[in-house]
């Protein structure tokens, strides 16, 4: 069974600029959730999709937003990139976002912002 | 006060001892627990979950749960230098997972 697929796995974008990040979940997962990570503030949740609805969402600006299509893929967009946005990306995957269900992690996208 | 915290580290122990993670969590409605390993350069792995007060172990690893005190641990027994890595703390509040911080693991030979 084929694990959770990000791409890009680089990225290097200009502030100002905008993004889309993909994440392709584990054949018959339909939560997807997306986290940032960076050295000094750990793993940040972004937010949760759930059969193409978003369902939960981290503290983090509009300029971060999201959607899942209905074969469960997921997209990630940052618009007007600001520097402290260089972080890796990570994507999850879990079969129902059930309350004891553990998450599946892809490798994420670095995206590094000049 | 953040949601989940972890032992700041670094952690720093010989080959063949135990290490000790430790990790308290704000939200008392939370109902589940993770540990996560993350190797420099890759993504968190899953290395243990626990549902349940009381200690639930699994080889080498041993996760230990009192929800009366918002405290959930990992033990490592037999440390091996492969186990040096980041150990992430995770619960879920909802549909959520909230992570800590992470503490950093050297198991030195």
């Known amino acids: 069974k084929a694990g959770v697929t990000q791409t890009p796995r680089y990225l290097i974008k200009t502030r100002g600029q905008q993004v889309t990040l993909s994440c392709s979940p584990i054949?018959?997962?339909?939560?997807v959730s997306w986290y940032q990570q960076t050295p000094g503030q750990g793993l940040q949740f972004l937010f949760e999709?759930?059969?193409?609805?978003?369902?939960n969402k981290g503290n983090f600006p509009g300029r971060f937003s999201g959607r899942q299509f209905s074969n469960s893929r997921s997209e990630m967009n940052v618009s007007t990139l600001e520097l402290g946005d260089s972080a890796l990306y990570l994507c999850a995957s879990s079969p129902g976002g059930g309350l004891d269900e553990k998450l599946f992690f892809g490798s994420g996208t670095q995206l590094s912002v000049l | 006060q953040k949601e989940v915290e972890q032992n700041s580290g670094p952690l720093s122990v010989p080959e063949g001892a135990i290490a000790s993670l430790n990790c308290t969590y704000s939200d008392r409605g939370s109902q589940s627990f993770f540990w996560y390993r993350q190797y420099s350069g890759k993504s968190p792995e899953l290395i243990m979950f626990?549902?349940?007060?009381g200690d639930k172990e699994d080889g080498r690893f041993t996760a230990q749960l009192n929800k009366a005190s918002q405290y959930v641990s990992l033990l490592i027994r037999d440390s091996q230098p492969s186990d040096s890595a980041t150990y992430l703390c995770a619960v879920r509040v909802g549909h959520d997972m909230r992570f800590g911080a992470g503490t950093r693991l050297t198991v030195k030979p």
């Open positions: 054949s018959g997962h339909r939560s």
């Open positions: 626990i549902y349940s007060n």
């Open positions: 999709y759930f059969s193409e609805t978003q369902r």
